[in-house]
Protein backbone atom coordinates (compact mmCIF):
# COMPACT_ATOMS: atom_id res chain seq x y z
CA UNK A 1 0.00 0.00 0.00
CA UNK A 2 1.34 3.45 -1.05
CA UNK A 3 1.26 5.88 1.91
CA UNK A 4 1.56 9.47 1.63
CA UNK A 5 4.64 11.12 2.71
CA UNK A 6 4.07 13.30 5.82
CA UNK A 7 5.29 16.61 5.12
CA UNK A 8 5.28 19.13 7.66
CA UNK A 9 3.24 21.92 6.25
CA UNK A 10 4.29 25.57 7.13
CA UNK A 11 1.62 27.50 7.04
CA UNK A 12 1.37 31.53 8.48
CA UNK A 13 -1.69 32.85 10.56
CA UNK A 14 -2.87 36.19 11.65
CA UNK A 15 -2.62 36.72 15.37
CA UNK A 16 -5.09 39.44 15.34
CA UNK A 17 -7.67 37.84 13.06
CA UNK A 18 -6.95 34.66 12.10
CA UNK A 19 -6.54 35.16 8.64
CA UNK A 20 -4.86 32.16 6.79
CA UNK A 21 -2.36 32.72 3.88
CA UNK A 22 0.53 30.57 2.32
CA UNK A 23 3.19 32.95 2.76
CA UNK A 24 4.41 35.24 4.63
CA UNK A 25 2.89 38.80 4.49
CA UNK A 26 3.77 42.11 6.40
CA UNK A 27 0.43 43.11 6.79
CA UNK A 28 -2.57 41.16 7.32
CA UNK A 29 -5.17 41.82 4.03
CA UNK A 30 -7.77 40.84 5.89
CA UNK A 31 -7.79 42.97 9.57
CA UNK A 32 -4.80 45.37 7.80
CA UNK A 33 -2.88 44.66 11.39
CA UNK A 34 1.16 45.45 10.13
CA UNK A 35 3.61 42.36 11.29
CA UNK A 36 0.46 39.90 12.69
CA UNK A 37 1.14 37.32 10.32
CA UNK A 38 3.42 34.35 12.34
CA UNK A 39 4.47 30.79 11.10
CA UNK A 40 2.78 27.89 12.21
CA UNK A 41 4.42 24.83 11.47
CA UNK A 42 2.33 21.13 11.50
CA UNK A 43 2.85 17.58 10.72
CA UNK A 44 0.27 16.41 7.90
CA UNK A 45 -2.40 14.42 8.93
CA UNK A 46 -1.65 12.01 5.91
CA UNK A 47 -0.14 8.51 7.05
CA UNK A 48 -2.68 6.73 8.60
CA UNK A 49 -4.87 4.10 7.15
CA UNK A 50 -8.07 5.05 6.13
CA UNK A 51 -11.47 3.57 7.59
CA UNK A 52 -14.71 2.58 6.03
CA UNK A 53 -17.13 5.20 7.92
CA UNK A 54 -19.36 2.15 9.48
CA UNK A 55 -16.55 0.59 10.88
CA UNK A 56 -15.05 3.99 13.36
CA UNK A 57 -16.32 3.20 16.80
CA UNK A 58 -18.76 5.52 18.22
CA UNK A 59 -17.67 7.64 20.78
CA UNK A 60 -19.84 7.10 23.55
CA UNK A 61 -21.94 10.29 24.10
CA UNK A 62 -22.57 10.79 27.44
CA UNK A 63 -21.77 14.03 28.53
CA UNK A 64 -20.26 15.25 31.82
CA UNK A 65 -23.00 17.82 33.28
CA UNK A 66 -21.84 20.71 35.70
CA UNK A 67 -25.41 20.93 36.75
CA UNK A 68 -25.13 24.66 36.08
CA UNK A 69 -27.81 24.59 33.41
CA UNK A 70 -27.17 28.04 31.74
CA UNK A 71 -23.42 26.44 31.25
CA UNK A 72 -24.22 22.92 30.15
CA UNK A 73 -26.85 24.32 27.42
CA UNK A 74 -24.51 27.22 26.22
CA UNK A 75 -21.87 23.74 26.05
CA UNK A 76 -24.85 21.91 23.98
CA UNK A 77 -25.58 19.75 26.90
CA UNK A 78 -22.33 19.62 29.00
CA UNK A 79 -18.42 18.78 28.21
CA UNK A 80 -17.73 16.50 26.11
CA UNK A 81 -15.07 13.87 26.82
CA UNK A 82 -11.31 15.03 25.34
CA UNK A 83 -12.99 17.78 24.18
CA UNK A 84 -11.53 21.54 24.56
CA UNK A 85 -13.47 24.19 25.62
CA UNK A 86 -12.01 27.45 25.44
CA UNK A 87 -13.91 30.47 27.83
CA UNK A 88 -13.15 33.78 26.47
CA UNK A 89 -14.03 37.25 27.73
CA UNK A 90 -12.75 40.61 29.19
CA UNK A 91 -10.57 40.85 32.03
CA UNK A 92 -13.15 40.92 35.16
CA UNK A 93 -15.80 39.92 33.18
CA UNK A 94 -16.42 36.51 35.84
CA UNK A 95 -14.68 33.55 33.83
CA UNK A 96 -12.29 32.94 37.08
CA UNK A 97 -15.87 32.85 38.90
CA UNK A 98 -17.93 30.78 36.65
CA UNK A 99 -15.19 28.50 36.46
CA UNK A 100 -14.67 27.40 39.89
CA UNK A 101 -18.27 27.02 40.57
CA UNK A 102 -18.78 24.46 37.73
CA UNK A 103 -15.82 22.87 38.96
CA UNK A 104 -17.16 22.70 42.18
CA UNK A 105 -20.25 21.20 40.66
CA UNK A 106 -18.32 18.67 39.05
CA UNK A 107 -16.23 17.47 41.59
CA UNK A 108 -19.16 17.00 44.09
CA UNK A 109 -21.59 15.48 41.72
CA UNK A 110 -18.79 12.35 40.77
CA UNK A 111 -16.91 11.53 43.41
CA UNK A 112 -14.22 10.08 43.94
CA UNK A 113 -12.37 11.86 40.75
CA UNK A 114 -11.07 15.26 41.45
CA UNK A 115 -11.11 17.78 38.89
CA UNK A 116 -7.97 19.93 38.58
CA UNK A 117 -7.65 23.68 38.32
CA UNK A 118 -4.73 24.94 37.52
CA UNK A 119 -4.15 29.03 37.98
CA UNK A 120 -1.23 30.65 36.41
CA UNK A 121 -2.93 33.95 37.67
CA UNK A 122 -3.53 33.77 41.00
CA UNK A 123 -2.44 32.20 44.40
CA UNK A 124 -4.02 29.07 46.40
CA UNK A 125 -5.19 31.76 48.79
CA UNK A 126 -7.12 34.03 46.29
CA UNK A 127 -8.98 31.01 44.88
CA UNK A 128 -9.62 29.55 48.14
CA UNK A 129 -10.97 33.15 48.81
CA UNK A 130 -13.19 32.94 45.80
CA UNK A 131 -14.13 29.61 47.02
CA UNK A 132 -15.34 31.06 49.98
CA UNK A 133 -17.27 34.00 48.68
CA UNK A 134 -19.26 31.05 46.04
CA UNK A 135 -19.73 28.37 48.34
CA UNK A 136 -17.68 26.36 46.33
CA UNK A 137 -15.20 24.45 48.66
CA UNK A 138 -15.41 21.03 47.49
CA UNK A 139 -12.87 18.91 48.54
CA UNK A 140 -12.62 16.85 45.21
CA UNK A 141 -11.56 20.26 43.97
CA UNK A 142 -7.89 20.52 43.45
CA UNK A 143 -6.12 23.56 42.97
CA UNK A 144 -2.58 24.10 41.42
CA UNK A 145 -0.47 27.64 40.57
CA UNK A 146 1.75 26.86 37.57
CA UNK A 147 3.69 28.79 35.61
CA UNK A 148 4.68 26.07 33.38
CA UNK A 149 2.51 24.06 31.39
CA UNK A 150 4.43 21.11 31.65
CA UNK A 151 4.55 21.16 35.78
CA UNK A 152 0.97 21.32 35.33
CA UNK A 153 0.21 18.13 33.03
CA UNK A 154 2.69 16.33 34.86
CA UNK A 155 0.33 17.04 37.51
CA UNK A 156 -2.39 15.99 35.75
CA UNK A 157 -1.14 13.08 34.56
CA UNK A 158 -0.58 11.96 38.29
CA UNK A 159 -4.06 13.00 39.56
CA UNK A 160 -6.33 11.99 36.07
CA UNK A 161 -8.80 14.58 37.11
CA UNK A 162 -12.19 14.48 35.30
CA UNK A 163 -12.08 17.72 34.24
CA UNK A 164 -8.64 19.87 33.30
CA UNK A 165 -8.99 23.39 33.74
CA UNK A 166 -6.46 26.23 33.30
CA UNK A 167 -7.06 30.15 33.87
CA UNK A 168 -5.57 31.08 31.83
CA UNK A 169 -3.39 30.30 28.40
CA UNK A 170 -1.96 33.81 28.38
CA UNK A 171 -0.41 32.98 31.83
CA UNK A 172 1.31 29.80 31.50
CA UNK A 173 4.63 28.96 29.70
CA UNK A 174 6.30 26.48 27.65
CA UNK A 175 9.41 25.82 28.76
CA UNK A 176 10.98 24.68 25.24
CA UNK A 177 10.29 28.03 23.63
CA UNK A 178 11.30 30.98 23.38
CA UNK A 179 9.35 34.40 24.51
CA UNK A 180 7.22 35.58 27.89
CA UNK A 181 4.02 34.38 28.48
CA UNK A 182 0.86 35.48 26.32
CA UNK A 183 3.04 35.75 23.47
CA UNK A 184 1.83 34.21 20.25
CA UNK A 185 3.79 31.53 20.13
CA UNK A 186 3.34 31.02 23.41
CA UNK A 187 0.04 30.73 23.74
CA UNK A 188 -0.20 28.69 20.70
CA UNK A 189 1.94 25.72 22.01
CA UNK A 190 0.32 26.33 25.43
CA UNK A 191 -2.97 25.87 24.13
CA UNK A 192 -1.85 22.84 21.83
CA UNK A 193 -0.45 21.02 24.61
CA UNK A 194 -3.34 20.98 27.08
CA UNK A 195 -5.89 20.29 23.86
CA UNK A 196 -3.51 17.58 22.47
CA UNK A 197 -3.55 16.71 26.24
CA UNK A 198 -7.08 16.60 26.32
CA UNK A 199 -7.83 14.68 23.70
CA UNK A 200 -5.37 11.95 24.65
CA UNK A 201 -6.63 11.08 27.87
CA UNK A 202 -9.91 11.72 26.86
CA UNK A 203 -10.48 14.93 29.80
CA UNK A 204 -12.37 17.59 28.80
CA UNK A 205 -9.87 20.63 28.88
CA UNK A 206 -11.08 23.78 29.71
CA UNK A 207 -9.41 26.78 29.00
CA UNK A 208 -9.48 30.52 29.92
CA UNK A 209 -8.20 32.99 27.37
CA UNK A 210 -8.50 37.04 28.18
CA UNK A 211 -9.87 39.17 25.50
CA UNK A 212 -7.04 41.70 24.95
CA UNK A 213 -7.85 45.02 24.70
CA UNK A 214 -6.87 45.16 20.56
CA UNK A 215 -9.58 42.61 20.78
CA UNK A 216 -6.67 39.89 19.37
CA UNK A 217 -3.08 39.42 19.87
CA UNK A 218 -2.50 36.21 21.79
CA UNK A 219 -6.12 36.30 22.46
CA UNK A 220 -9.02 33.77 21.67
CA UNK A 221 -9.24 34.53 18.02
CA UNK A 222 -5.52 32.50 17.60
CA UNK A 223 -7.17 29.27 19.67
CA UNK A 224 -10.38 29.37 17.77
CA UNK A 225 -9.21 26.54 15.16
CA UNK A 226 -7.32 25.10 18.27
CA UNK A 227 -10.33 23.96 20.08
CA UNK A 228 -13.76 22.37 19.92
CA UNK A 229 -15.96 24.84 21.66
CA UNK A 230 -15.58 28.83 22.45
CA UNK A 231 -17.86 29.76 24.68
CA UNK A 232 -17.83 33.92 25.00
CA UNK A 233 -18.51 35.49 28.59
CA UNK A 234 -19.93 38.84 27.49
CA UNK A 235 -21.84 41.63 29.20
CA UNK A 236 -21.63 45.07 30.47
CA UNK A 237 -19.58 45.43 33.44
CA UNK A 238 -22.20 48.10 34.64
CA UNK A 239 -24.75 45.78 34.28
CA UNK A 240 -25.28 42.67 36.82
CA UNK A 241 -26.47 39.88 33.87
CA UNK A 242 -23.96 38.06 31.70
CA UNK A 243 -24.62 36.22 28.57
CA UNK A 244 -22.34 33.08 27.49
CA UNK A 245 -22.66 32.75 23.99
CA UNK A 246 -21.33 29.35 22.16
CA UNK A 247 -19.07 31.23 19.31
CA UNK A 248 -17.87 27.90 17.56
CA UNK A 249 -19.26 24.55 18.64
CA UNK A 250 -18.54 20.73 17.22
CA UNK A 251 -20.73 19.31 19.89
CA UNK A 252 -23.54 21.37 20.33
CA UNK A 253 -25.50 24.60 18.32
CA UNK A 254 -23.78 28.13 18.23
CA UNK A 255 -26.97 29.79 18.67
CA UNK A 256 -27.55 28.69 22.05
CA UNK A 257 -27.02 31.13 24.85
CA UNK A 258 -26.71 30.57 29.03
CA UNK A 259 -27.66 33.99 31.07
CA UNK A 260 -25.84 35.07 34.64
CA UNK A 261 -26.30 37.33 36.91
CA UNK A 262 -23.62 38.52 38.93
CA UNK A 263 -24.72 39.16 42.71
CA UNK A 264 -22.24 39.31 45.75
CA UNK A 265 -21.91 35.22 46.04
CA UNK A 266 -21.00 34.46 42.96
CA UNK A 267 -23.24 33.90 39.17
CA UNK A 268 -26.61 33.01 39.37
CA UNK A 269 -28.35 31.77 36.88
CA UNK A 270 -30.73 33.77 35.12
CA UNK A 271 -33.93 30.92 34.67
CA UNK A 272 -35.98 33.13 32.80
CA UNK A 273 -33.60 35.95 30.79
CA UNK A 274 -36.87 36.92 28.50
CA UNK A 275 -38.38 38.69 31.68
CA UNK A 276 -34.98 39.87 32.64
CA UNK A 277 -34.42 41.36 28.92
CA UNK A 278 -38.18 43.26 29.22
CA UNK A 279 -37.66 44.14 32.80
CA UNK A 280 -37.03 47.82 32.30
CA UNK A 281 -39.87 47.95 29.02
CA UNK A 282 -41.05 51.38 29.24
CA UNK A 283 -44.85 50.96 28.93
CA UNK A 284 -46.78 53.48 26.16
CA UNK A 285 -43.97 54.61 25.07
CA UNK A 286 -43.48 55.15 21.43
CA UNK A 287 -40.24 53.66 19.28
CA UNK A 288 -41.04 50.28 21.14
CA UNK A 289 -41.57 46.66 20.03
CA UNK A 290 -41.36 42.80 21.26
CA UNK A 291 -40.28 40.18 19.35
CA UNK A 292 -39.69 36.62 19.62
CA UNK A 293 -35.73 35.68 18.78
CA UNK A 294 -34.91 31.51 18.88
CA UNK A 295 -31.79 31.14 20.15
CA UNK A 296 -30.14 27.73 19.70
CA UNK A 297 -33.46 25.95 21.39
CA UNK A 298 -34.61 28.66 23.53
CA UNK A 299 -36.92 31.58 22.77
CA UNK A 300 -35.82 34.70 24.04
CA UNK A 301 -38.05 37.95 24.21
CA UNK A 302 -36.53 41.41 23.60
CA UNK A 303 -37.24 45.05 22.94
CA UNK A 304 -36.53 46.51 19.97
CA UNK A 305 -36.19 50.59 20.48
CA UNK A 306 -36.23 52.99 17.90
CA UNK A 307 -35.72 56.94 17.93
CA UNK A 308 -36.52 58.54 14.68
CA UNK A 309 -35.87 62.19 14.53
CA UNK A 310 -35.77 65.08 11.75
CA UNK A 311 -31.74 65.29 10.76
CA UNK A 312 -29.87 67.98 12.15
CA UNK A 313 -27.83 68.45 8.90
CA UNK A 314 -29.79 68.03 5.65
CA UNK A 315 -28.52 65.31 3.59
CA UNK A 316 -26.70 62.84 5.57
CA UNK A 317 -29.30 61.67 7.82
CA UNK A 318 -27.80 59.05 10.73
CA UNK A 319 -28.07 55.27 10.81
CA UNK A 320 -27.14 53.27 14.13
CA UNK A 321 -28.20 49.75 14.98
CA UNK A 322 -27.17 48.32 18.00
CA UNK A 323 -27.80 44.48 18.95
CA UNK A 324 -29.14 44.34 15.07
CA UNK A 325 -27.50 44.25 12.00
CA UNK A 326 -27.52 47.67 10.56
CA UNK A 327 -27.21 46.43 7.09
CA UNK A 328 -30.96 44.46 7.75
CA UNK A 329 -32.51 47.76 9.62
CA UNK A 330 -31.13 49.53 6.40
CA UNK A 331 -33.37 47.13 4.12
CA UNK A 332 -35.99 47.59 6.73
CA UNK A 333 -36.11 51.15 5.96
CA UNK A 334 -36.15 51.06 2.35
CA UNK A 335 -39.39 48.75 2.70
CA UNK A 336 -40.84 50.88 4.96
CA UNK A 337 -40.42 54.14 2.61
CA UNK A 338 -41.67 52.40 -0.59
CA UNK A 339 -44.36 50.36 0.89
CA UNK A 340 -45.59 52.95 3.30
CA UNK A 341 -44.79 55.72 1.95
CA UNK A 342 -42.66 57.63 4.36
CA UNK A 343 -39.95 60.30 4.17
CA UNK A 344 -36.91 59.16 6.35
CA UNK A 345 -34.13 60.39 4.08
CA UNK A 346 -34.12 63.25 5.98
CA UNK A 347 -34.21 61.26 9.58
CA UNK A 348 -31.45 60.10 11.86
CA UNK A 349 -32.24 56.03 12.78
CA UNK A 350 -31.20 54.62 16.16
CA UNK A 351 -32.25 51.28 16.59
CA UNK A 352 -31.41 49.24 20.14
CA UNK A 353 -31.93 46.29 21.32
CA UNK A 354 -32.44 46.57 25.00
CA UNK A 355 -30.44 45.33 27.92
CA UNK A 356 -27.30 44.45 25.25
CA UNK A 357 -29.16 42.05 23.97
CA UNK A 358 -29.26 40.99 20.47
CA UNK A 359 -31.81 40.59 17.30
CA UNK A 360 -29.71 38.46 14.67
CA UNK A 361 -32.68 36.48 12.89
CA UNK A 362 -34.75 37.57 10.12
CA UNK A 363 -37.86 36.95 12.47
CA UNK A 364 -36.99 39.85 14.19
CA UNK A 365 -37.57 42.27 10.93
CA UNK A 366 -41.28 43.08 11.69
CA UNK A 367 -40.30 44.15 15.30
CA UNK A 368 -37.78 46.69 13.88
CA UNK A 369 -40.24 47.65 11.39
CA UNK A 370 -42.66 48.52 13.90
CA UNK A 371 -40.29 50.27 16.42
CA UNK A 372 -39.00 52.07 13.90
CA UNK A 373 -42.68 53.28 12.30
CA UNK A 374 -43.99 53.67 15.92
CA UNK A 375 -41.35 56.37 16.68
CA UNK A 376 -41.40 58.28 13.40
CA UNK A 377 -45.61 58.74 14.01
CA UNK A 378 -44.69 58.92 17.94
CA UNK A 379 -47.60 56.49 18.08
CA UNK A 380 -47.14 53.50 21.17
CA UNK A 381 -47.52 49.97 20.12
CA UNK A 382 -50.01 47.92 22.43
CA UNK A 383 -47.80 46.43 25.07
CA UNK A 384 -49.46 43.37 25.26
CA UNK A 385 -48.62 42.77 21.90
CA UNK A 386 -45.96 40.59 20.49
CA UNK A 387 -44.27 41.12 16.38
CA UNK A 388 -43.03 38.49 14.76
CA UNK A 389 -41.82 38.02 11.16
CA UNK A 390 -39.42 38.43 8.39
CA UNK A 391 -39.75 40.85 6.00
CA UNK A 392 -38.96 40.51 2.40
CA UNK A 393 -38.35 43.42 -0.41
CA UNK A 394 -42.24 43.33 -2.05
CA UNK A 395 -43.17 43.85 1.81
CA UNK A 396 -44.25 40.32 1.85
CA UNK A 397 -44.28 38.96 5.66
CA UNK A 398 -42.81 35.60 5.34
CA UNK A 399 -43.23 32.64 8.44
CA UNK A 400 -40.23 32.09 10.50
CA UNK A 401 -39.14 28.95 12.20
CA UNK A 402 -40.29 27.50 15.62
CA UNK A 403 -43.59 29.78 16.08
CA UNK A 404 -45.50 27.78 18.67
CA UNK A 405 -42.29 28.02 20.89
CA UNK A 406 -42.33 31.49 20.13
CA UNK A 407 -46.06 32.27 21.13
CA UNK A 408 -45.55 29.58 23.99
CA UNK A 409 -42.67 31.89 25.49
CA UNK A 410 -45.14 34.94 25.05
CA UNK A 411 -47.93 33.99 26.47
CA UNK A 412 -46.03 32.61 29.70
CA UNK A 413 -44.71 36.16 30.14
CA UNK A 414 -48.24 37.47 29.77
CA UNK A 415 -48.68 38.83 26.27
CA UNK A 416 -52.24 38.68 25.08
CA UNK A 417 -51.64 39.02 21.29
CA UNK A 418 -49.44 38.39 18.67
CA UNK A 419 -48.73 40.01 14.73
CA UNK A 420 -47.68 37.36 13.00
CA UNK A 421 -47.03 36.10 9.63
CA UNK A 422 -50.24 34.27 7.89
CA UNK A 423 -47.97 31.38 6.55
CA UNK A 424 -47.27 30.73 10.41
CA UNK A 425 -50.92 31.61 11.55
CA UNK A 426 -52.46 28.57 9.13
CA UNK A 427 -50.55 26.41 10.84
CA UNK A 428 -50.58 26.65 14.44
CA UNK A 429 -53.18 24.76 16.01
CA UNK A 430 -54.11 25.68 19.78
CA UNK A 431 -52.51 29.41 20.39
CA UNK A 432 -51.69 30.42 23.61
CA UNK A 433 -52.32 34.41 22.13
CA UNK A 434 -54.93 36.15 20.35
CA UNK A 435 -53.24 35.79 16.64
CA UNK A 436 -53.01 38.47 14.19
CA UNK A 437 -51.77 36.72 11.08
CA UNK A 438 -50.79 39.80 8.08
CA UNK A 439 -48.99 38.92 4.79
CA UNK A 440 -47.65 42.49 4.41
CA UNK A 441 -45.91 45.03 6.36
CA UNK A 442 -48.97 47.54 5.45
CA UNK A 443 -51.80 45.15 7.12
CA UNK A 444 -49.38 44.49 9.87
CA UNK A 445 -48.88 48.41 10.32
CA UNK A 446 -52.20 48.08 10.28
CA UNK A 447 -53.19 45.30 12.97
CA UNK A 448 -50.86 47.85 14.62
CA UNK A 449 -52.85 50.66 14.32
CA UNK A 450 -49.72 52.59 13.25
P1 LIG B 1 -13.57 37.15 37.88
O1 LIG B 1 -14.21 35.82 37.87
O2 LIG B 1 -12.30 37.28 38.66
O3 LIG B 1 -13.30 37.66 36.40
P2 LIG B 1 -12.28 37.15 35.26
O4 LIG B 1 -11.75 35.83 35.70
O5 LIG B 1 -13.10 37.08 34.02
O6 LIG B 1 -11.21 38.18 35.13
O7 LIG B 1 -14.68 38.14 38.43
C1 LIG B 1 -14.46 39.49 38.36
C2 LIG B 1 -15.51 40.35 39.02
O8 LIG B 1 -16.60 39.69 39.55
C3 LIG B 1 -14.85 41.10 40.13
O9 LIG B 1 -14.85 42.47 39.76
C4 LIG B 1 -15.70 40.87 41.32
C5 LIG B 1 -16.95 40.28 40.80
N1 LIG B 1 -17.50 39.25 41.70
C6 LIG B 1 -18.75 39.43 42.26
O10 LIG B 1 -19.42 40.44 42.06
N2 LIG B 1 -19.25 38.44 43.07
C7 LIG B 1 -18.55 37.32 43.35
O11 LIG B 1 -19.05 36.45 44.09
C8 LIG B 1 -17.26 37.15 42.77
C9 LIG B 1 -16.44 35.93 43.03
C10 LIG B 1 -16.79 38.13 41.93
MG1 LIG C 1 -9.80 35.39 36.26
Known sequence: MVKPARVPRSEHACAKCGYRTARWLGRCPECGAWASIVEEVRGSAGGADAVAIDRVPLECGARLRTGIG??????????????????????????????LSALDRVARSAPPRPVLYVSGEESLAQIRMRGERLGALAPG???????????????????????????SVQTLKAPQLEGVPGSVSQVREVAARLV????????????????TKEGGIAGPRLLEHLVDTVLYFEGDRSHAYRVLRAHKNRFGSTNEIGVFEMKGNGLEEVRNPSALFLAERPRGASGSAVAAAMTGTRPLLVEVQALVSKSAYGGSARRTAIGADASRVALLT?????????ALC????YVNVAGGASLDEPGGD??????????????PVDPSTLVVGEIGLSG????????????????????????????????????????????????AMEALML
Open 334 to 342: AVLEKKQGL
Open 196 to 211: EWGKRTGTPALLVGHV
Open 366 to 379: LAIATAILSSFRDT
Open 141 to 167: LLLRADTSVADALEAADRIRPQVLAVD
Open 70 to 99: ELDRALGGGFVRGAAVLLAGDPGIGKSTLL
Open 396 to 443: EVRAVAQIEQRLAEAAQLGFEKCVLPEGNARRVKAAPLDLRPVGTVTA
Open 346 to 349: DHDI
